[in-house]
């Protein structure tokens, strides 16, 4: 942890944890929190209070928050909880009695409560505030990503009811923000060097159902509170767009052709979870995977170069080897790019805990590597036959040894592949240039960056990537 808000005030410890929307949570915290004069501390004994944001979504992520919350009570003993897992109250204290204040998932106002009632702020009338979501030249507050990229979290929440999934208990149900807001936020981010914008929501396609796509004004023109015209907006900036987590509705088809004109990046990040109709039936999810599969196939005839990630279970209450082999077979047939995949985890409070017919760990351990094998050999043929091609590459990082580790335009940081380019002068991060693909393996490519000087000693050379400078396990 080292200082990110330099003041005179007194300092917040902060510890991230999660997925890229409990990021969000943790730079519009921080950013009130620069606006009231608090500074981050560089380690736990130069904090005054330590801010814990958690994820409940998991059994195992719910072990890593209550680890995070222990060694922050141990290390510096005054500790305010917040994030997916403040919602089990009772669960930290049992363990964990002497938490300072416990707050729910984007809770903001209540966490700026408790951190005044521990450490109040320092008078400053010189001080000018910077309140949350302010929109200024240098961007939206306090950003925890690397300058050329950022989340833009569109929505709060989720009106599905998936029976293996306690999000909506923790977050609640789906609340869009309007349309104008968020695009002006895209707009400043643009101005600010920013080169890619990642769209995360619990239900991007569903973006805008809850104000019944409402209208707002943006650059003199009313816009939809709508996926389509959302993604028409962004596509409007120059710069790159990529979507997560959405859902296969008829809808997204309009926003396929807005790919194939390079409006926004031909990536969709879509949680299909599982393939048979009994086991989606049980997941409370949508079963008719033959249409899906029409879908997918008509959204490449529109944009050949669409990757398509998703994350899957294995090992869900009353799955059959007969339902694993048909999603091995689905996976076949979707040839999808991108893959995540875990085993089923019983987490408490989710109505999948009270199915029958629970799966044995060691079938779903089995499973999983089975599934992972079939995933790892698509994604090897699809890089290998990206040898050859020219790619435009977003660098993120350049390394000691001078090689620049950056991206395609069907890769999202932290989660997919890289491309390797080695040898050459005159890249730095946040660039974006075209590359030769020269060779793949299962996830990642190398490749020679056009236009530039090849070098004939590789200078050594300081990493200039922005990490996180919180306590965080991001």
């Known amino acids: 942890m080292s200082d990110l808000l330099k003041s005179s005030g007194p300092s917040v410890g902060f510890v991230s944890l999660g997925c890229p929307k409990a990021l969000v949570d943790s730079e519009r915290i921080l950013t009130r929190l620069k606006g009231e004069g608090y500074a981050t501390a560089a380690n736990y004994a130069g904090a005054d209070v330590v801010v814990v944001n958690t994820c409940g979504f998991l059994d195992s992520a719910k072990e890593e928050s209550l680890n995070a919350i222990g060694e922050a009570l141990a290390e510096n003993g005054k500790v305010i909880v917040t994030g997916c897992m403040g919602g089990e109250a009772d669960l930290i204290r049992a363990r964990f009695p002497n938490v300072a204040a416990i707050t729910g998932a984007h809770q903001y106002d209540a966490v700026m409560d408790a951190v005044h009632s521990i450490v109040p702020p320092r008078p400053d009338p010189f001080r000018p505030l910077v309140p949350e979501n302010e929109l200024s030249s240098e961007g939206v507050g306090v950003r925890l990503t690397p300058k050329h990229y950022a989340y833009l979290k569109i929505s709060e929440g989720c009106d599905h009811r998936c029976s293996f999934c306690i999000i909506p208990t923790l977050r609640g149900d789906l609340a869009s923000r309007p349309v104008a807001e968020v695009l002006r936020e895209a707009e400043v981010l643009a101005r600010s060097g920013v080169q890619e914008l990642l769209v995360v929501s619990q239900d991007t396609s569903a973006y805008g159902l809850d104000l019944r796509y409402a209208q707002s004004e943006w650059r003199g023109q009313n816009w939809a509170a709508s996926f389509e015209d959302l993604a028409r907006g962004l596509g409007e900036l120059g710069i790159w767009v990529r979507m997560h987590y959405v859902y296969p509705y008829p809808h997204v088809n309009a926003v396929i052709p807005l790919m194939a004109e390079g409006k926004i990046l031909p990536y969709l990040d879509i949680p299909f979870q599982h393939a048979s ?198």
């Not at 109709?277 to 669409?306: F, H, Y």
């Not at 019983?346 to 199915?355: F, H, I």
């Not at 290998?384 to 435009?392: F, N, S, T």
């Not at 977003?394 to 932290?414: H, W």
Request: proline share 5%.
């Open 277 to 474: 109709p009994k086991i989606l039936k049980a997941m409370k999810r949508p079963g008719n995977q033959d249409k899906t599969l029409q879908r997918i196939e008509s959204w490449r005839e529109v944009c050949p170069d669409i990757t398509l990630r998703s994350t899957f279970v294995v090992g869900f209450p009353g799955e059959t080897e007969a339902d694993f082999n048909l999603l091995l077979d689905w996976m076949e047939a979707a040839q999808i790019d991108r893959v995540g995949a875990f085993a089923y985890e019983n987490v408490e409070g989710a109505p999948a805990r009270d199915l029958p017919d629970h799966v044995p760990d060691e079938v779903k351990q089995d499973r999983l590597a089975r599934f992972m094998a079939v995933a790892s050999r698509i994604s090897a043929a699809k890089l290998q036959a990206k040898v050859g091609r020219i790619e435009e590459v977003l660098v993120d990082d350049i390394r000691n040894d001078g090689t620049a580790i950056a991206r395609t335009r069907g890769d999202a940081p932290e989660i997919d592949g890289h491309i390797f380019l080695k040898g050459f002068t005159g890249l730095k991060a946040g660039d974006r240039v075209k590359a030769k693909v020269t060779r793949a393996d299962a996830y990642d490519l190398w490749g020679e960056p056009e236009g530039l000087i090849k070098l004939n000693r590789v200078p050594g050379a300081v990493s200039k990537a922005r990490r996180h400078t919180l306590i965080s396990r991001v």
